[in-house]
Nanobody, 118 residues
Framework: QVQLVESGGGLVQPGGSLRLSCTTFGFTFSNYRMSWYRQAPGKERELVARFISSDGDTNVADSVKGRFTISRDNAKNTAYLQMNNLKPEDTAVYYC???????????WGQGTQVTVSS
């Protein structure tokens, strides 16, 4: 019954913003470290943003630094990716991932399409 469901993707013009959501089910959300990945056509899947500690510290890829922010709401079992000043090169399928703080157990969502085009 474990699942991660991404939502909020779609078509947006360059310079616009989107907020992706990742709602989770079937595991103890607070025990897992959340991250976001993306995969563009013909490219390898890459890490975009992640939590690096249970205190709430985060980091993002250089390509999205200053534009993307990862956050989470434990009361809603949901992670978010706020994306501002979107560029055409941000076009990709975006995936959320949950990794246990204390083991190698991890889960992937099925992804949501983000297309940045005028």
């Amino acid at each position: 019954q474990v699942q991660l469901v991404e939502s909020g993707g779609g078509l947006v013009q360059p310079g616009g913003s989107l907020r992706l959501s990742c709602t989770t089910f079937g595991f103890t959300f607070s025990n897992y470290r959340m991250s976001w990945y993306r995969q563009a056509p013909g490219k390898e899947r890459e890490l975009v943003a992640r939590f690096i500690s249970s205190d709430g510290d985060t980091n993002v890829a250089d390509s999205v630094k200053g534009r993307f922010t990862i956050s989470r709401d434990n009361a809603k079992n949901t992670a978010y990716l706020q994306m501002n000043n979107l560029k055409p090169e941000d076009t990709a399928v975006y995936y959320c991932k949950a990794d246990s703080w204390w083991s190698t157990r991890g889960y992937w969502g099925q992804g949501t399409q983000v297309t940045v085009s005028s």
